[in-house]
Nanobody
Framework: QVQLVESGGGLVQPGGSLRLSCAAS????????MGWYRQAPGKQRELVAV???????NSADSVKGRFTISRDNSKNTVYLQMNSLKPEDTAVYYC????????????????WGQGTQVTVSS
């Protein structure tokens, strides 16, 4: 089993910053990519940013220039630095891992964290 534990969410004023962390543990054979998704009330879950095992990144247009994703491969941990936060960034943020749990015969699949609330409000 693969477990993802997120931390760092909270309440912040517009223009403020937060840093989310997500640590992966358990029976992990390989990680292809880790990333962050978010879901606001009444909306579908959407990609925020993703980083591959090789370090390539991609992010939503709405967060480009404000959010930065990074990764510590030695700790199986991914970070999301969020600056210049806006009220529309308010959502539950979910950590995602795409990779193989168990052993090399396992099929790659998506694993999800429990989510952390980010609220941007004055």
């Amino acid at each position: 089993q693969v477990q993802l534990v997120e931390s760092g969410g909270g309440l912040v004023q517009p223009g403020g910053s937060l840093r989310l962390s997500c640590a992966a543990s358990g029976s992990i054979f390989s990680i292809d990519a880790m990333g962050w998704y978010r879901q606001a009330p009444g909306k579908q879950r959407e990609l925020v940013a993703v980083i591959t095992s090789g370090g390539s990144t991609n992010s939503a247009d709405s967060v480009k220039g404000r959010f930065t994703i990074s990764r510590d491969n030695s700790k199986n941990t991914v970070y999301l630095q969020m600056n210049s936060l806006k009220p529309e960034d308010t959502a539950v943020y979910y950590c995602n891992l795409f990779g193989r749990g168990g052993n090399r015969f396992s099929l790659p699949q998506n694993y999800w964290g429990q989510g952390t609330q980010v609220t941007v409000s004055s």
